[in-house]
């Protein structure tokens, strides 16, 4: 069994910063690929960012390319997500999601089903 715990979110003015964190227990948390994902009110839940298990690559939303950062720290079983330049639309409930499906792979996605495991959420809010 995988839990992620989220942390790292609130209320933030627009263009200001957040990092997001999720700490990972049970399984061997480097050998999988991780993911970010976020759901605004009155929306799907959709993808933001991921990871390799080795962090060599990397994959972002348009919408956050250029503005975020996906990274993880193996000894410290955790995965962020640095949000600079946020904006109002950035609102939303922001999800860590594992994908233990594959180890020591190199293919990260961005389809919800591809990952097994998922945190509580954290609430980011960004006003105007």
């Known amino acids: 069994q995988v839990q992620l715990v989220e942390s790292g979110g609130g209320l933030v003015q627009a263009g200001g910063s957040l990092r997001l964190s999720c700490a990972a227990s049970g399984r061997t948390f480097r050998r999988y690929a991780m993911g970010w994902f976020r759901q605004a009110p009155g929306k799907e839940r959709e993808f933001v960012a991921a990871i390799s298990w080795s962090g060599s690559r990397t994959y972002y939303a348009d919408s956050a390319k250029g503005r975020f950062i996906i990274s993880r720290d193996d000894a410290k079983n955790t995965v962020y997500l640095q949000m600079n330049s946020l904006k109002p639309e950035d609102t939303a409930v922001y999800y860590c999601?594992?994908?233990?499906?594959?180890?020591?792979?190199?293919?990260?996605?961005?389809?919800?089903?591809?990952?097994?495991?998922w945190g509580q959420g954290t609430q980011v809010t960004v006003s105007s």
């Open positions: 999601a594992a994908d233990y499906r594959q180890y020591y792979s190199e293919n990260i996605y961005t389809g919800e089903g591809n990952y097994d495991y």
